[in-house]
């Protein structure tokens, strides 16, 4: 059993800044990759920004420069700084973590935080 759990999002103006948290729990012995997605009214979720095996990381092209992943192994916890928000921006964030097991792996996520940004 794993879970995430998402928090932080909300409505600000652009320009503005907003940090999200998400919290993983459960029978986690290793992780593949870990980070955020979206999805927007009428698109297809994406990736956001994520940490990926080794520590590398991935960044979408259209938040890059001001989007920040961070990361807390104490805590479990992986965070996303989001600076100069734009309206584009609006969308409902998602946790997610990829696991790895002897077959294969498995994705798992969170339920999502909304992040709405006004003009």
């Known amino acids: 059993q794993v879970q995430l759990v998402e928090s932080g999002g909300g409505l600000v103006q652009a320009g503005g800044s907003l940090r999200l948290s998400c919290a993983a729990s459960g029978s986690i012995f290793r992780v593949n990759a870990m980070g955020w997605y979206r999805q927007a009214p009428g698109k297809q979720r994406e990736l956001v920004a994520t940490f990926s095996t080794g520590g590398s990381t991935n960044y979408a092209d259209s938040v890059k420069g001001r989007f920040t992943i961070l990361r807390d192994n104490a805590k479990n916890t992986v965070y996303l700084q989001m600076n100069g928000l734009k309206p584009e921006d609006t969308a409902v964030y998602y946790c997610?973590?990829?696991?790895?097991?002897?077959?294969?792996?498995?994705?798992?996520w969170g339920r999502g935080t909304q992040v709405t940004v006004s003009s």
């Open positions: 997610n973590v990829n696991v790895p097991h002897s077959t294969g792996s498995d994705n798992y």
